[in-house]
């Protein structure tokens, strides 16, 4: 399943291979390309104090949004199977849609149409749109394929378990007469007719348990492939957003993000933490993925410090690498918020049961869009 769901983010690397190597396609644009800054801002000793400051406090928020879910069971909101972690899910969700459309897919529109980069063939075909739309059929491709898979994979085990237990139950039920060997056949047509019905009900109720069990099982599955495609959405662009920290040395710019990426990485976890728990992972799992998903924008905060002597945010291998992936990343996330959190969610049979629960999802969606969207101002 790993390699499934790694698609979408090998399909980014070869495609970026592929531009990397068009004629003139890192070539520098005639343009001038210089990267305009208040000079006020930039000071290199307090953007590194910042820096740290950034890679603390986006660890800590990012800890606490996606471990929340796992440790408050007791609390209504964060039970799976209450009206509350629904809305709660709703917010999260708005919050991940609007990251894909209003700060990843933006930020990857910029980049692939700067001045920078020739005009053929950045400037003359919409690369943006293209990859993104790519890469959330990719991630269809991918989700149907993986639970495909897990469910005909699921359905077999658990035939081959209901054959087994329905055999014991027949060999448990013979009479002694009959494991012995007996001619005990005149049964009188009341009394057949009375076994006949007892056995079919028994058979009956027995294969409505197993179909409920095979469906509550598949559903698990279902689950689990889609925590583990949201992570991977998740940490490839929180990795690019950290690069773009740790490689600026413009204090009013870091100031902004850093108050932006702890709101977002706050109610992005707690999204993907909601998702983690419907999976019912075991404990070391979730701590896995809760682990990877809290250290990638300080890890990326990181290397982008690492690589600032290196690394130019105009130069054209670096606008087309973090432009590429931006794209990928956006529709990735976009596919996920729209297809497998809302329209999961709401499509279910407990929304469809209440209007009332739907227009307060509603109003929850709009809330962590919009909240979110505010945040696109400053990061």
């Known amino acids: 399943m790993k ?3 790694k698609a979408p983010l090998i399909f980014s690397v070869f495609f970026l291979l592929f531009i990397s190597h068009l004629p003139g396609a890192l070539s520098q644009s005639n343009k001038d390309c210089k990267t ?10 307090k953007a590194l104090d910042l820096k740290l400051i950034a890679i603390f406090t986006i660890l800590i928020t990012s800890l606490i949004g996606v471990c929340l879910p796992f440790f408050a069971r007791s609390i209504p909101a964060f039970q799976p199977e209450k009206s509350h972690f629904l809305i709660v899910k709703s917010f999260a969700s708005g919050i991940i849609l609007s990251t894909g459309f209003m700060h990843v897919l933006p930020d990857s529109f910029a980049m692939l149409s700067s001045p920078c980069l020739n005009d053929n063939p950045w400037h ?12 959330a059929v990719f991630t269809l491709m991918v989700d149907s394929i993986t639970t495909s898979v897990f469910t005909k994979s699921g359905r077999r085990d658990m035939q081959a378990a209901a054959v087994r237990t329905d055999t014991a139950d027949v ?8 494991e012995m060997g007996g001619v005990q056949v005149h049964v009188s047509h009341h009394g057949h007719s009375h076994s006949h019905s007892h056995g079919h009900g028994l058979q009956h109720n027995f294969h409505g348990d197993n179909d409920k069990e095979i469906s509550s099982t598949l559903q698990l599955l279902r689950y689990r492939v889609i925590a583990i495609v949201l992570e991977l959405g998740i940490v490839v662009h929180s990795i690019v957003i950290g690069l773009s920290v740790g490689a600026t040395n413009n204090t009013c710019t870091i100031k902004g993000l850093i108050a932006a990426l702890c709101f977002h990485q706050m109610f992005e976890g707690m999204g993907l933490g909601g998702c983690i728990l419907q999976a019912e992972y075991g404990w070391v799992k979730k701590a896995v993925m809760a682990f990877f998903f809290a250290v990638t924008t300080p890890f990326g905060i990181a290397l982008g410090m690492a690589l600032s002597k290196t690394y130019k945010e105009n130069s054209p ?7 590429l992936l931006n794209a990928s990343s956006a529709g990735l996330l976009i596919y996920m918020a729209l297809v497998d959190l809302l329209a999961s969610d709401f499509m279910g049979q407990k929304m469809q049961r209440s209007i ?3 227009m307060k999802s509603y109003v929850a969606v709009l809330l962590g869009a919009g909240g979110m969207s505010v945040m696109a101002k400053w990061a």
């Open 171 to 178: 060999a448990s039920a013979e009479t002694p007469d009959q």
């Open 317 to 323: 291998d670096s606008l087309i690498t973090v432009g």
């Open 3 to 5: 390699n499934i769901t």
């Open 36 to 45: 305009i800054s208040d000079h006020k801002c930039i000071d290199k000793n």
């Open 124 to 135: 003359k075909f919409p690369f943006t749109g293209f990859v993104a739309m790519l890469s």
């Open 356 to 358: 009332k629960l739907q």
